[in-house]
Nanobody, 124 residues
């Protein structure tokens, strides 16, 4: 099993930046892909960004491309989401998740382990 704990959420004004962290523990060797998703009230969970643990290939949702950056620290077993130029529509609970080998990095159902989420609120 893999345990995931997110941190770094909070309240920010539009145009500001936040960095989310997701610390992984447990069966780290099983991690192939780490992803970030978000869910606003009344909406489905949506893909934000993902990274292959080996090699570092990344992919982003169009809505966050050029504003958000996913990165990792292999020593700390931590994945980050740097969020810049925040917009009110970025307001959501952000979740990190872990998937095994898959090419479907944007699909929530491919992810096995999930954190509990961290709230991000962007005011206008």
């Amino acid at each position: 099993q893999v345990q995931l704990v997110e941190s770094g959420g909070g309240l920010m004004q539009a145009g500001g930046s936040l960095r989310l962290s997701c610390a992984a523990s447990g069966n780290i060797v099983s991690i192939n892909i780490m992803g970030w998703f978000r869910q606003a009230p009344g909406t489905e969970r949506e893909f934000v960004a993902a990274m292959r643990w080996s090699g570092g290939r990344t992919t982003y949702a169009d809505s966050v491309k050029d504003r958000f950056i996913i990165s990792r620290d292999n020593v700390k077993n931590t994945v980050y989401l740097q969020m810049n130029s925040l917009k009110p529509e970025d307001t959501a609970v952000y979740y990190c998740a872990q998937a095994g080998p898959t090419t479907r990095m944007t699909e929530p159902r491919m992810y096995v382990y999930w954190g509990h989420g961290t709230q991000v609120t962007v005011s206008s």
